[in-house]
């Protein structure tokens, strides 16, 4: 099990940037993969970006060239780098680990986009 802790969220002109933070309470080099999503209000939650322990990264289309995925084993710590971000950005971003057939989600940091 672990608990997963996201930061860095807050409000941002357009074409600024931002820095999601997401510690976990433990160790996650054994968490194969670890991934970054988002809800925007009235849509399903979607996925953004993804990267494993030998950090292997996924990155969706709509955020290609412009967020960058990366995560620090010794410090328990993933992070999503955001930039030139876009008004169609602003959701709620969350975390994500998987271990086994288990998943676990941080309660998720706000971004909004002004434009």
């Known amino acids: 099990q672990v608990q997963l802790v996201e930061s860095g969220g807050g409000l941002v002109q357009s074409g600024g940037s931002l820095r999601l933070s997401c510690a976990a309470s433990?160790?996650?080099?054994?968490?194969?993969?670890m991934g970054w999503y988002r809800q925007a209000p009235g849509k399903q939650r979607e996925l953004v970006a993804t990267?494993?322990?030998?950090?292997?990264?996924r990155i969706v289309d709509s955020v290609k060239g412009r967020f960058t995925i990366s995560r620090d084993n010794a410090k328990n710590t993933v992070h999503l780098q955001m930039n030139t971000l876009k008004p169609e950005d602003t959701a709620v971003y969350y975390c994500?680990?998987?271990?086994?057939?288990?998943?676990?989600w941080g309660q998720g940091t706000q971004v909004t986009v002004s434009s």
């Open positions: 994500k680990g998987a271990i086994g057939v288990n998943s676990y």
């Open positions: 433990r160790s996650i080099f054994s968490i194969y993969e």
């Open positions: 990267i494993t322990t030998g950090g292997t990264t």
